[in-house]
Every structure is written in C-alpha cells, then in structure tokens.
C-alpha cells in the first residue's frame, strides 16, 4: 500500500508538472503563433545607410511598427535583396512587397511615360510632388502603373537635383566638352539616353560599384545628386563638380498591388500616413544636405564650377525632342507638366 501511495504521488506530481509546464509554453506559442501570422512588408532599395533615403526607410518601420501590431518592416539597404532596376518585376512576383523605383523603371513598361525621364523637365522639389502627387496628371500616371505594372505608387519623394561629377577636373561650358567622356548611369534604356543627351558616353554600372570604379578609371564621371555624392564618400575619387542640374530626380515608393490590396483600411491608413511623413523626412534632409553640399564638397577638395545651363538645357531639350521617345509622348502632356 505504502509503494502505491508513492506512486499515486509521483504521478500526481508529474502531471502537475506537465500542466504547468503546458501553461507556461502556452505564451510563448501564442507570441509565436503572433508573429508568424504578422504581415511582413520587404523593402528593396541600393541606397546605403547614410543616405536620406535609408534613414527615411526607418523611420517608415518606426511608424508603421508603432501603429500597426500586425505589420512588421524588413529594409534592405545596398540592393542586398534585388539589384536595382529588378524591383518592379519582384513585386510582380509577389517576391517582393515594396521597391523604391524612378520614371525610368516605369517607362521600361509604360513606353510614353519616358516623357518624365526627360532631362530639364521638372523644375524643383514643389514641381516634383504637383505633378506627382497632388493632380490630375498624377492620377493618371498612378492608375497606368497599377492596371499596367501591378504596383501601387503610395507616394513621392525629392531625390535631389541631379548633377555632373568628374574624375578629374576639366573645362566643361557645354554638352560638347563631355565628349567621349564614360558617364556612369544605371542600366535602362532611358538613364543610358539621359547621358548621351547630356554628350557623355553612358556607362551603366551598379551604384554599389560605382567607387572603385571611378578610383580604378573605369569610368571617367557619374550624374547623381549632392546629396548622394556626400553619403558615398564621391570626393574622395574625384575632382570636380558640375553644376548641370538636368534632373530633378523623383523616386516613388512603391507596393505590390496583392499586398496593398490585402491589407485592412486600418492597416493601409497606417502605411500611407507613414509613406508621407517618410517623404517628408526625406525631402527636407535632401534639401538642407544640398543647401550646404557645395561648401562640403570644396571643403573635401572638390572644384566646383557652373556650366552654361541654358546650353545644356537647349540641347538635352533638343535631343529628346528629336528622338522616337518623343513620337510616343501623349499628346499635350508636356503642357499640362509644364502648366502646374
């Protein structure tokens, strides 16, 4: 009797045990079970760290994370998840649910609308976000991106005015003195036509690479914004600032539209509020970075000179006109642009 007493005990005690044990797991499988069931938006861009752009990324997470329980941020900076330009076809994919891309990842789809990779044809940062953001043309342009690319533009945002730096210094007045010169530019169609507008012989290169490439020779310049050169330490391998301004560069944040749709009103509230405090964010670090980007670039021993823009604004113009991009631009859209 006393040995089955014992034994009645142990089993009470271990069942007892696994009961509290099974408690105890209970949370931390319901945490689990939590954070798996979360909706994971992915972020691709070849932006680094420094960039207004990344800090922007964060401070994205930052909201949407604060706002959203259900919602978790992943940014993946210097194009570590897809290279850039590929961003588009990933979310199509459903590899991907945001990339950071420009009117010239759309243009490779929507053919007309290379009219907004035209050199000279915004104005500056307010231009930027009228055309857009805030109007019919904007409307227009999101609604073709999302029936014909199946992404969501959610927002825009000031990437910089985009300008000339070279390897080593030269004289350069007009297009003509950039003749023969190997201008780094991404890989599309359209960037590599921006740079033989601009008179250069276009070389496309991943920005990652951009560096070594400039301190090796490979190529002998790049057209980017100040702000840009700054973050990649530009001046370090290089001699000279030219001030072209022939781009003010948007870029659009950009989702997949299974994800966007498969989100709750409450969630897409959270995003989108999110998506425009990021741009602000971004747009007022560009802007001060460029206020004093030409006194930091001459402190780090860059020459920093001004072309005859209205040359290189007549002739970019030109090029463009004169070219078979033009033949497809809608017809009076460069008016409605132009009137905002």
Do not use: C
Request: no cysteine.
């Amino acid at each position: 009797m006393k040995d089955s007493k014992q034994n009645i005990q142990s089993i009470t005690r271990r069942t007892l045990l696994a009961v509290s044990g099974a408690a105890l797991a209970a949370p931390a499988l319901s945490r689990v079970a939590f954070a798996q069931d979360k909706k994971v938006i992915r972020i691709s861009t070849p932006a680094a760290n420094e960039e207004w752009q990344a800090k922007g990324l964060m401070k994205f997470k930052e909201q949407v994370e604060a706002n959203a329980p259900s919602l978790e941020v992943q940014v993946h900076l210097n194009a570590t998840l897809f290279d850039q330009g590929t961003e588009v076809a990933a979310m199509q994919r459903n590899n991907l649910e945001v990339g950071m891309i420009s009117p010239q990842d759309v243009a490779s789809y929507i053919p007309e609308y290379s009219i907004f990779t035209a050199g000279y044809l915004l104005r500056d940062a307010a231009h930027l976000h009228k055309v857009f953001d805030n109007s019919d043309v904007a409307t227009e342009y999101r609604g073709r991106v999302s029936s014909e690319m199946d992404v969501t533009i959610l927002g825009s945002q000031y990437l910089g005015t985009r300008h000339v730096i070279l390897r080593q210094a030269k004289d350069v007045k007009t297009p003509e003195d950039l003749a023969g010169l190997k201008l780094r530019v991404p890989g599309s169609d359209t960037w590599q036509f921006l740079g033989r507008a601009l008179g250069a012989n276009p070389t496309p290169i991943a920005f990652d690479e951009v560096y070594l490439a400039l301190s090796t020779g490979t190529v002998d310049g790049l057209e980017n914004p100040i702000a840009d050169m700054l973050a990649a330490k530009f001046y370090e391998v290089s001699e000279q600032l030219v001030l072209t301004a022939h781009m003010v560069a948007p870029l659009f944040f950009a989702m997949s539209n299974s994800f966007w749709n498969g989100l709750t009103d409450e969630e897409k509230k959270v995003v989108s509020d999110a998506v425009a405090a990021q741009a602000t964010f971004v747009d007022e670090g560009t802007m001060a970075t460029e206020a004093e980007g030409t006194s930091l670039l001459e402190s780090n021993g860059l020459k920093v000179t001004t072309p005859d823009l209205e040359a290189f604004r007549k002739h970019v113009q030109g090029v463009y006109l004169e070219s078979d991009y033009a033949k497809e631009w809608p017809e009076g859209l460069i008016d409605r642009i132009n009137a905002l």
